[in-house]
């Protein structure tokens, strides 16, 4: 293998105590990251964490109060409108228009990116195939369920291939099928180049992620692959099947050796001091409040997990 071959990829996104201040708010406190090109590096995070807040300051929707970010070599403080230009930016609200049809949409997007002739006949073709809306290009936008808008949504996002992909949650609301679907697409387009900065608030989602951020009141508390994030759970987690588990969740709660105990599925996955002293405390202490213990096993932390025990050790996500 060449050496050339062994080089880390190009940064596309560099940021250096990037911070965000509302009158007394700190939204963004003190950031700093890299992403490299052609990763998929995500954003997780509950409401309020600063995620979306970040991604407008790096797709020059927002002045930092302070610190330093460059996107695709360019300076987010004196270059925000340039940067426009070279993004693909997609929301959670899709930025479409309901009133116009899916032909009209595209042709509106590419009016705005600068795509004409010859080459908006071959991208607005690719973005109907991608879509699976050849046959319904016709159609009125607001008419087309969810998922459909969301492909549209990236198709028009990313008309004028741009070299950077910012999406702000872009799958909340739609079911499970469609936003399996929209992250082969993101694979597709990670896969011919193109960096993808993603924030997301589902753990599913965010396992597809190259690498992750974990972002809790304005800061990032962890930054790594996925896998490796998993290993920084210190404390073990036995998994308790129960007869009424919700009930068992909440009874465990605060007990001496019980660090966290929370639905996990239809199961109880409870954050541990001891094993042995968990496996001899729970199973009694549960039937003696009326629910029984038909299995406990240790199991491997998931993504959510680690990400609930970190922003434990933070003080907690932001309340409302």
């Known amino acids: 293998m060449s050496q050339s071959a062994t080089l880390p990829a190009p940064v596309a996104v560099r940021v250096r105590d990037l911070s965000r201040v509302f009158g007394d708010f700190v939204a963004v406190d003190k950031v700093t990251f890299d992403v490299r090109r052609g990763e998929i590096f995500g954003f997780l995070g509950p409401n309020g964490a600063g995620k979306t807040t970040t991604i407008k300051m790096l797709t020059g929707l927002l002045a930092p109060s302070s610190g330093d970010g460059e996107v695709d070599g360019l300076d987010v403080r004196t270059e925000s409108e340039t940067i426009k230009t070279r993004i693909g930016y997609m929301s959670q609200l899709f930025s479409l228009y309901g009133d116009l049809t899916v032909d009209e949409n595209i042709a509106f997007f590419a009016g705005l990116y600068g795509v004409t002739g010859d080459r908006l006949a071959a991208r607005r073709d690719w973005v109907l195939e991608m879509a699976g809306l050849t046959a319904h290009r016709a159609q009125m936008t607001g008419e087309l369920p969810l998922g459909w808008k969301q492909r549209l949504a990236l198709g028009c996002a990313v008309l004028h291939e ?109 954050v541990v001091r001891d094993v042995a002293e968990a496996e001899a405390f729970i199973p009694p202490f549960l039937a003696a409040r009326g629910i029984t213990c038909s299995g406990m096993r240790v199991v491997s932390p998931s993504l959510e997990d680690v990400f609930v025990s970190l922003v434990r050790r933070e003080g907690g996500a932001v309340a409302g």
């Open 162 to 270: 741009p070299p950077l992909l910012f999406l702000d949650e872009p799958t909340s609301g739609v079911d499970p099928i469609s936003r399996r679907n929209f992250w082969e697409l993101i694979y597709s387009l990670a896969d011919r180049g193109t960096t993808v900065f993603v924030s997301t608030h589902y753990m599913e989602e965010a396992e597809y992620c190259h690498r992750l951020a974990l972002m809790n009141r304005g800061r990032i508390i962890a930054l790594d692959r996925p896998s490796a994030l998993r290993t920084q759970m210190a404390e073990p987690i036995v998994a308790i099947t129960a007869s009424d588990a919700s009930a068992a969740a909440q009874a465990l709660q605060h007990q001496d050796g019980i660090v966290e105990a929370a639905m996990f599925g239809r199961a109880v996955h409870a």
